[in-house]
């Protein structure tokens, strides 16, 4: 069975620029969370959809946004990149919210450099 | 402000013999705690996780014990073996509160020696 899988790999964007990372969650799961980690820290969470429908923000700015379509697929999308934007991007998977099973599991992640 | 501490960095130990990692955490809130590997250049592989109204999870090699009044966990891995070497994570949540948000400790890297 396939686990999350996340497009693209790697990413190099200059400064000002938009960029769209996309995840595929492990099939029959229905929530999505998105984390981003910069060098020697732990991941940050960023958002989480569920149904389509935001359920958490992190403290991140508005230049980053995120949606979920109806096959529970996500995008994550961050305007005006800044060089501090430069941080491997993480999803995760979950069954469903309420479903007594909150572990989270992670795709490989996409490396975004900004120049 | 840094909820969930991973205080050690680092951690090597001899192949065969138990790796202790520590895990503490300030939010009272937090009632679900979980352990993840991570390897260079993957994402966070889950490893165990431990609910709030439990004091020890076992799950083959690997057992998370919780102690709620002093806000602490630890992820002891036995026998250690040397694919155990990686960076693990602590990462908790307020499950009760709805938020299943994930807030991450900063790591430690376990280095198992042949």
């Known amino acids: 069975d396939a686990g999350v899988t996340q497009s693209p790999t790697h990413l190099i964007k200059t400064r000002g620029q938009q960029v769209t990372l996309r995840c595929s969650p492990i099939s029959g799961h229905k929530s999505v969370s998105w984390y981003q980690q910069v060098l020697g820290q732990g991941p940050q969470f960023i958002f989480q959809?569920?149904?389509?429908?935001?359920?958490g923000r992190g403290n991140f700015p508005d230049r980053f946004s995120a949606r979920q379509f109806p096959n529970y697929s996500s995008e994550l999308n961050v305007n005006a990149l800044l060089l501090g934007d430069s941080a491997l991007y993480l999803c995760?998977?979950?069954?469903?919210?309420?479903?007594?099973?909150?572990?989270?599991?992670f795709g490989p992640g996409t490396r975004l450099t900004v120049t | 402000d840094q909820q969930v501490k991973q205080n050690s960095p680092s951690l090597s130990v001899q192949e065969g013999r138990i790796s202790i990692l520590n895990c503490d955490y300030t939010n009272s809130m937090f009632d679900y705690f979980l352990w993840y590997k991570k390897y260079p250049a993957e994402g966070p592989t889950f490893l165990i996780s431990i609910s709030s109204i439990k004091d020890k999870n076992e799950d083959g090699r690997f057992t998370v014990f919780l102690n709620k009044s002093a806000k602490h966990l630890s992820l002891h891995i036995v026998p250690s073996q040397p694919g155990d070497s990686a960076v693990y994570f602590c990462?908790?949540?307020?499950?009760?509160?709805?938020?299943?948000?994930?807030?991450f400790g900063t790591g430690t890297r376990l280095t198992i020696i042949p």
């Open positions: 959809y569920y149904e389509k429908e935001e359920r």
């Open positions: 995760a998977s979950s069954l469903a919210i309420g479903d007594n099973s909150y572990e989270q599991y």
């Open positions: 990462a908790a949540s307020a499950i009760r509160f709805g938020n299943e948000k994930l807030t």
